[in-house]
């Protein structure tokens, strides 16, 4: 299949430096093969960042969205997938608003990609962090994975992986079992894990392009414990364990449980957190007691209200 109409979104809320850096580095991308637009979405952003980025944006041929209320990462993105996927989109690019694409061929080969085989639907890239340190994919991810049967796949440009690193992918529109792109009652953290191991259960080839060169730089870097707040810890363990409802088998349900377990206990000793396990143990609940998606989008919200904004109420 010939992809003719992409973009970029790139989600935003009350951050100008990082995302304009974003901006320049995502205009620097070879469009000798193939055209994009470039939309940002502005997560109802206070005034006096919003009229800055919307200047900017105008000045420099970047499509301006505004979302007029604050449904966090998931939602945002949600909310301008639906949009892009109506006007036409073939691919979009979610992108966080701290990344930078390290070589300008990065999108082009990701197109070129999707059309190698058309049952690759997500394709991310190889990321380091602001000192140049490579993110590297969880061995307990590539152990789920491997318990759960989801199968490889690797030609010359792409190779499966089992979780793509949310920060920068591609995913395309066509892709009928997706009905939402993310699952908005995560509000944050791990709602690309969800959608990814969603897309392999369907059958479908999640990855990252083979060529080293092609890398991203995520200034946001790794989830650092011993910085993080107790909301994002919270949140971040919480919907980890939510996750797993998206496991074929039992026993790697299990196997997640219990080696995840192992995972926070020596975080929560080491860090001295208790919303490590507090989210653990919410997330488990929520899981074995089928909590519908409006609960656990207000259970996210009550822990997120340090964020501010004009956030949504069920």
């Not at 919270?234 to 349900?253: A, E, G, P, Q």
């Not at 899981?287 to 956030?311: E, P, Q, R, Y």
């Amino acid at each position: 299949m010939k992809y003719v109409k992409i973009c970029f979104v790139v989600l935003v809320y009350n951050e100008l430096e990082y995302t304009i850096k974003t901006f320049e580095s995502l205009r620097k991308q070879s469009q000798q093969k193939y055209q994009f637009d470039i939309i940002c979405v502005d997560n109802a952003s206070d005034d006096k960042y919003a009229n800055v980025l919307k200047r900017y944006c105008q000045e420099n041929n970047i499509r301006y969205i505004r979302h007029e209320i604050n449904d966090g990462y998931a939602g945002g993105n949600n909310y301008a997938y639906d949009i892009v996927k109506s006007e036409g989109y073939d691919i979009v690019f979610i992108a966080n608003n701290d990344i930078e694409l390290l070589h300008p061929d990065i999108t082009e080969s990701i197109i070129e990609s999707f059309e190698s085989n058309d049952k690759i639907a997500l394709i991310g890239t190889s990321y380091i962090d602001k000192d140049g340190k490579g993110i590297k994919l969880s061995r307990l991810s590539s152990l789920i994975a491997k318990i759960d049967g989801i199968k490889i796949y690797e030609n010359d440009v792409f190779k499966s992986q089992p979780f793509v690193i949310g920060c920068f992918f591609a995913i395309r529109t066509d892709i009928p079992e997706i009905k939402s792109l993310f699952d908005y009652s995560y509000f944050m953290y791990c709602e690309e894990q969800k959608l990814e191991f969603q897309l392999m259960r369907w059958g479908y080839h999640v990855g990252c392009l083979k060529n080293p060169e092609y890398v991203v730089k995520h200034y946001g870097g790794f989830f650092d414990w011993s910085k993080q707040s107790d909301w994002s810890i919270y949140l971040s363990t919480r919907n980890f364990v939510l996750t797993s409802k998206c496991y074929k088998h039992l026993y790697t349900k299990f196997v997640f449980c219990v080696c995840y377990f192992g995972v926070l206990i020596k975080q929560a000793l080491i860090n001295r957190k208790m919303s490590i396990l507090r989210g653990y143990f919410v997330g488990l609940y929520m899981t074995m007691t089928g909590k519908n998606i409006d609960f656990i989008f207000n259970d996210a919200v009550v822990n997120v209200k340090k964020l501010g904004g004009k956030n949504r109420t069920c």
